[in-house]
């Protein structure tokens, strides 16, 4: 158990729909990290936060948003969903620049 | 722009083998290196890192990796690989708080 805690584990959805993905970092980090793995795309670095403040962005998508709230934890909002955004979303969180410890996911199913 | 690349996408290994996948990264200024290993339907987790000083760091489960600065790369080893060993290998890069994955290496290690 890496200590962080995403939730849902599965998504299932459909196109066009708006959905929360949460995540709630190991106690004590203050950076919160969001990728998404697909297959054709393999694992992607889309955001990250650091005490609530945007702290990077990668290839995150209009459509998709993020913030970190003043406990810590973070939520990832896709919008306007479509079928290629079906995947895994992983969360992610870290002290400073050190190692990241992954959550178990969330897997997202648009259909 | 920033970039990790990984050599191979699928390494087939009897146990025993040893092991040797190759990473390179492309960075601008000082960069801490990962290597992460994701087991089949688990999250990821880290092997070992690297962010100054010895250039040959040594990880979890007898695996280690070789920082040679003057070919930005970052090798990750095993001796002699165990068929638990199977899983997908993700060499990654950070620099001021954004993080860049390779597209990951599969493993398959044969009793």
């Known amino acids: 158990d890496s200590g962080v805690t995403q939730t849902p584990k599965h998504l299932i959805t459909a196109t066009g729909q708006r959905v929360t993905l949460r995540c709630s970092p190991r106690s004590g980090d203050l950076s919160v990290y969001w990728y998404q793995q697909s297959l054709d795309q393999g694992l992607q670095f889309l955001i990250q936060?650091?005490?609530?403040?945007?702290?990077a962005k990668g290839n995150i998508l209009e459509r998709f948003s993020a913030q970190q709230f003043p406990d810590l934890h973070s939520e990832l909002n896709l919008s306007s969903l479509e079928l290629g955004d079906s995947a895994l979303y992983f969360c992610?969180?870290?002290?400073?620049?050190?190692?990241?410890?992954f959550g178990q996911g969330t897997r997202l199913t648009v259909v | 722009a920033q970039s990790v690349s990984q050599h191979n996408h699928h390494v087939i290994l009897s146990e025993a083998a040893s092991l040797e996948l190759g990473c390179n990264y492309s960075?601008?200024?000082?960069?801490?290196l990962f290597w992460y290993v994701q087991y089949p339907g688990q999250h990821l987790q880290l092997l070992l890192k690297y962010f100054s000083g010895d250039p040959l760091v040594k990880g979890i489960k007898g695996f280690e990796a070789e920082f040679i600065k003057s070919k930005f790369s970052f090798n990750l080893r095993k001796p002699s690989v165990q068929w638990s060993d199977t899983a997908e290998y993700f060499c990654a890069a950070s620099n001021a708080g954004k993080s860049t994955f390779g597209d990951g290496t599969t493993l398959t290690v044969k009793p």
């Open positions: 936060y650091y005490n609530g403040e945007e702290r």
């Open positions: 960075y601008g200024g000082t960069v801490n």
């Open positions: 992610a969180s870290s002290r400073g620049q050190g190692e990241a410890f």
